[in-house]
């Protein structure tokens, strides 16, 4: 079983900045891969970064270049590095973690209770 608890949102003016944190805990060492979604009110939720267990990332069009996604294995955390926020990145981010089972043969979607980010002048 894996625990993921999401920290740092809040609200931020357009231009700035947030860094989010999700603190894993349980079998981390069973997690091939690590990301941040976000869903905004009436939309469909998004993937936003996505880290392998070899630390390849990927991101959408819409945050590449503004988006960074971290991990620290000591501290067995995940972090989004968010960089000129728009209003449309208002939403809230959920961190999320993939474990395989059995070799790979099964795997597991874990996800934390989310974070409210708002971004607003």
């Known amino acids: 079983q894996v625990q993921l608890v999401e920290s740092g949102g809040g609200l931020v003016q357009p231009g700035g900045s947030l860094r989010l944190s999700c603190a894993a805990s349980?079998?981390?060492?069973?997690?091939?891969?690590s990301g941040w979604y976000r869903q905004a009110p009436g939309k469909q939720r998004e993937v936003v970064a996505t880290?392998?267990?070899?630390?390849?990332?990927d991101y959408p069009d819409s945050v590449k270049g503004r988006f960074a996604i971290s991990r620290d294995n000591s501290k067995s955390t995940v972090y989004l590095q968010m960089n000129s926020l728009t209003p449309e990145d208002t939403a809230v981010y959920f961190c999320h973690a993939r474990v395989e089972i059995a070799g790979g043969v099964w795997h597991k979607d874990y996800w934390g209770q989310g974070t409210q980010v708002t971004v607003s002048s």
């Open positions: 349980g079998g981390t060492s069973s997690i091939v891969v």
């Open positions: 880290m392998s267990k070899s630390g390849s990332t």
